[in-house]
């Protein structure tokens, strides 16, 4: 098989996971973790905006879990940051 449609595929099924990981997010229990990109995807942000809040403006964005090489966010964190951000 080439390696550009098994790059292809792999791409759509990143991007139909974000997809419903945003849309079933609100179901999530409180002590779900989330990725960079999952994140990214339930706050309408992208990585990289995520990242550099993580990285310089500590407080700007939901509270990250480090866990050996990875980035978490749970869920809870996501919907504090949410209602700061949103206040209503």
């Known amino acids: 098989m080439d390696r550009s449609k098994t790059a292809g595929k ?10 419903r990981v945003r849309r079933e997010f609100d179901g999530y229990s409180s002590s ?3 990725n ?3 994140t990214a995807a339930v706050l309408g942000l992208s990585p990289a905006t995520l990242k550099s809040w993580r990285l310089n403006k500590p407080g700007r964005g939901p509270v990250a879990v480090k866990t050996h090489y990875s980035i978490f966010y749970t869920a809870q964190s996501i919907r504090e940051y949410q209602a700061r951000a949103n206040p209503a």
């Open 36 to 38: 960079e990109p999952e």
């Open 10 to 19: 792999a791409e759509r099924r990143k991007a139909e996971s974000l997809v």
């Open 32 to 34: 779900i973790r989330l």
